[in-house]
């Protein structure tokens, strides 16, 4: 139930831009992506419903596409702030829709 | 406007000591989940209470751990007889009663577990 996420990690220059996909092996009825800085708490960046919406604000967007079972996170015109490991997490249906299943991350480093 | 408090932030234990963690949800928030981060991995999703109410436990181990959202106060993850196997960050997110799935989950800063 675990979705995989990829790259494992990545590295970039401020400027570049960065995708970060997420899978599941389940059907996916909501995406929440979360930055986490080491040591502290997962920051909220947003979260994606079924229905294959697109969302962003600022030069960090996502897409949600239910069929692929896969959501990815784009980060475009990176800056030094964007480094951090990303999460997704999945929910499901009815009671299960609160209980995330969280990836195992991807650890971004921007570089200047 | 605070956001979800953790305390302590961190805790060291002994094996088979008990271990206690509270979690203040934000203001207004009356859902609260426990997650349980071990290092280089991903969340671990345990339980969702709201107030007097256990929602989902089926992350939490069935023996040894018990968790509590009462009336008044804050949310309490219990670990009896700690092992080295608790070692881990316990994060508390919480979120407001939207009435409708699935909620925005803002986690606190979580506590750190170590166990001797």
């Known amino acids: 139930q675990q979705p995989v996420q990829s790259p494992q990690a990545v590295i970039l220059r401020e400027g570049e831009d960065a995708v970060i996909n997420c899978s599941s092996s389940?059907?996916?009825?909501?995406v929440h992506w979360y930055r986490q800085k080491h040591g502290e708490a997962p920051i909220f960046l947003m979260i994606l419903l079924k229905g294959g919406e697109q969302k962003g604000h600022d030069k960090i967007s996502a897409s949600f596409n239910e069929k692929k079972q896969q959501s990815s996170l784009y980060l475009t015109a990176s800056q030094l702030s964007y480094s951090g490991t990303y999460f997704c997490g999945t929910g499901g249906t009815g009671t299960g829709a609160n209980n995330l299943f969280f990836g195992t991350g991807t650890r971004l480093t921007v570089i200047p | 406007n605070a956001g979800v408090m953790q305390n302590p932030r961190h805790l060291v234990r002994r094996r088979g000591q008990e271990a206690r963690l509270r979690c203040s949800p934000m203001k207004g928030h009356s859902h609260v989940y426990w997650y349980r981060q071990l290092p280089e991995e991903g969340l671990k999703f345990m339980v969702y209470l709201q107030k007097e109410n256990i929602i989902d436990e089926s992350g939490m181990p069935k023996e040894r751990f018990s968790a509590e959202f009462p009336k008044e106060g804050p949310s309490i993850l219990r670990i009896q007889q700690v092992v080295r196997g608790d070692s881990a960050a316990y994060f508390c997110?919480?979120?407001?009663?939207?009435?409708?799935?699935?909620?925005?989950?803002?986690f606190g800063p979580g506590t750190r577990l170590t166990v001797l």
């Open positions: 389940k059907a996916l009825y909501s």
């Open positions: 997110a919480s979120s407001p009663p939207s009435g409708r799935a699935p909620d925005t989950q803002y």
